[in-house]
C-alpha cells in the first residue's frame, strides 16, 4: 500500500512540474501581452496566436481583427498611462518605439518586455527567420513552417512571372500623402517599398540613400513616372484621383495623363511579413496590367 501511495505522490509531482515548465517555457501562455509592432501582430494574428493580446499600438490595422483591440497610441508616440490602464503581464515591441522616457519608466516598473532577433529589412530570409522565432515563441511552429512554404511559392512565382515582362515602369510612391509646401514625400530606392516595386518587375522613380525624401513640385514632374502609388491615408486625405492631379507638378506625368494613380495600403509596403509574396503578385497585376491593388 506505501509503495503505491508513493508511485501516485511521484507521478502527481510530476505532473505538476511538467505543468509549470511550459508555463516557463512559453511565458505567452497565461500572460496579459500588449504588442507594440504591426510586423509581430500580423505574423501573431497569421500564425493563430493572438488570443492573449490584449492591446496593440496605432500602426497595426493588419488584419483587420486587429483593429478591435484597445490601442496605446503611435509607437513612437507611447504613453505610460495608455500601456498601464492595459494591465500587462508582457510587453512585446520590435525595438522601433518610443519616447524613450516613457519606455524608461515601463523599465522602471519591472514589466517584462520581449523583442525578437529580426533581419528582415530587405531579405525574404530574414523575414521568415522572425516567423519561425515568433512561431517558436507562441508554440505554433508548425503553423510557422506553413505560412514559410506558402511565402516561398509565392515568391516564387512572382520571381518567375518578373522575368516575362517587356515593360519596366517607373514608379512614384506617395507616403501618407504628406504633401505641403509645394513639396512631395517619396518613398525612394532605399525603401522595403523599392524592393517590393522591383520584384513585381517595376522600377522606382527616385534614389537616394534614405528611405524617404522630399521632392519638389517641379523635380516630381521631371521624374515623369509612370505610375504613382499613394498610400492609403493620404490618398483618402487629399479626395482621391482626381484631386491629386490637381497637386502642381502631377498633371505632366505619364501616371496622371493616363490615369494611372491608385490607392496602396501602407503596411503593405513598409515591411516584408507573410503575405509578401501575394502583395508583389497583386502589385505585378498593377503595374503590367490595368488591375487594383486593395
Request: with cysteine; glycine share 8%.
Given at each position: 500500500?506505501?509503495?503505491?501511495?508513493?508511485?501516485?505522490?511521484?507521478?502527481?509531482?510530476?505532473?505538476g512540474?511538467?505543468?509549470?515548465?511550459?508555463?516557463?517555457?512559453?511565458?505567452?501562455?497565461?500572460?496579459?501581452?500588449?504588442?507594440?509592432?504591426?510586423?509581430?501582430?500580423?505574423?501573431?494574428?497569421?500564425?493563430?496566436?493572438?488570443?492573449?493580446?490584449?492591446?496593440?499600438?496605432?500602426?497595426?490595422?493588419?488584419?483587420?481583427?486587429?483593429?478591435?483591440?484597445?490601442?496605446?497610441g503611435?509607437?513612437?508616440?507611447?504613453?505610460?498611462?495608455g500601456?498601464?490602464?492595459?494591465?500587462?503581464?508582457?510587453?512585446?515591441?520590435?525595438?522601433?518605439?518610443?519616447?524613450?522616457?516613457?519606455?524608461?519608466?515601463?523599465?522602471?516598473?519591472?514589466?517584462?518586455?520581449?523583442?525578437?532577433?529580426?533581419?528582415?529589412?530587405?531579405?525574404?530570409?530574414?523575414?521568415?527567420?522572425?516567423?519561425?522565432?515568433?512561431?517558436?515563441?507562441?508554440?505554433?511552429?508548425?503553423?510557422?513552417?506553413?505560412?514559410?512554404?506558402?511565402?516561398?511559392?509565392?515568391?516564387?512565382?512572382?520571381?518567375?512571372?518578373?522575368?516575362?515582362?517587356?515593360?519596366?515602369?517607373?514608379?512614384?510612391?506617395?507616403?501618407?500623402?504628406?504633401?505641403?509646401?509645394?513639396?512631395?514625400?517619396?518613398?525612394?530606392?532605399?525603401?522595403?517599398?523599392?524592393?517590393?516595386?522591383n520584384?513585381?518587375?517595376?522600377?522606382?522613380?527616385?534614389?537616394?540613400?534614405?528611405?524617404?525624401?522630399?521632392?519638389?513640385?517641379?523635380?516630381?514632374?521631371?521624374?515623369?513616372?509612370?505610375?504613382?502609388?499613394?498610400?492609403?491615408?493620404?490618398?483618402?486625405?487629399?479626395?482621391?484621383?482626381?484631386?491629386?492631379?490637381?497637386?502642381?507638378?502631377?498633371?505632366?506625368?505619364?501616371?496622371?495623363?493616363?490615369?494611372?494613380?491608385?490607392?496602396?495600403?501602407?503596411?503593405?509596403?513598409?515591411?516584408?511579413?507573410?503575405?509578401?509574396?501575394?502583395?508583389?503578385?497583386?502589385?505585378?497585376?498593377?503595374?503590367?496590367g490595368?488591375?487594383?491593388?486593395?
Amino acid at each position: 500500500m506505501r509503495r503505491i501511495m508513493i508511485i501516485v505522490i511521484t507521478a502527481a509531482l510530476l505532473t505538476g512540474c511538467g505543468r509549470f515548465e511550459k508555463k516557463d517555457k512559453t511565458s505567452s501562455t497565461n500572460n496579459r501581452i500588449v504588442c507594440i509592432s504591426k510586423q509581430y501582430n500580423e505574423i501573431i494574428w497569421e500564425l493563430g496566436a493572438e488570443q492573449n493580446i490584449v492591446g496593440v499600438d496605432l500602426s497595426s490595422i493588419y488584419p483587420p481583427a486587429v483593429q478591435k483591440l484597445p490601442t496605446v497610441g503611435y509607437h513612437r508616440d507611447l504613453s505610460v498611462e495608455g500601456i498601464l490602464s492595459l494591465k500587462p503581464d508582457l510587453i512585446i515591441h520590435d525595438n522601433n518605439v518610443g519616447p524613450e522616457s516613457v519606455m524608461r519608466q515601463i523599465s522602471e516598473l519591472k514589466i517584462p518586455i520581449k523583442s525578437f532577433a529580426k533581419d528582415t529589412t530587405n531579405t525574404i530570409e530574414g523575414t521568415e527567420a522572425l516567423i519561425h522565432e515568433i512561431g517558436a515563441y507562441f508554440h505554433r511552429e508548425h503553423e510557422a513552417d506553413s505560412l514559410c512554404k506558402i511565402l516561398d511559392s509565392q515568391m516564387n512565382t512572382a520571381l518567375e512571372n518578373a522575368k516575362l515582362y517587356t515593360d519596366t515602369p517607373k514608379v512614384a510612391i506617395l507616403h501618407y500623402g504628406r504633401i505641403g509646401a509645394g513639396k512631395f514625400l517619396l518613398m525612394t530606392s532605399h525603401s522595403t517599398a523599392a524592393k517590393i516595386v522591383n520584384w513585381a518587375g517595376g522600377k522606382i522613380a527616385m534614389s537616394s540613400e534614405k528611405g524617404m525624401m522630399p521632392l519638389s513640385a517641379e523635380v516630381f514632374s521631371q521624374s515623369n513616372p509612370d505610375i504613382i502609388l499613394v498610400t492609403d491615408f493620404g490618398f483618402d486625405k487629399l479626395g482621391g484621383e482626381e484631386k491629386i492631379m490637381e497637386l502642381p507638378g502631377v498633371a505632366e506625368t505619364n501616371a496622371a495623363k493616363n490615369h494611372r494613380i491608385y490607392k496602396v495600403w501602407e503596411q503593405d509596403l513598409v515591411y516584408l511579413g507573410p503575405r509578401t509574396g501575394q502583395i508583389i503578385l497583386n502589385y505585378q497585376k498593377l503595374l503590367h496590367g490595368n488591375a487594383s491593388a486593395q
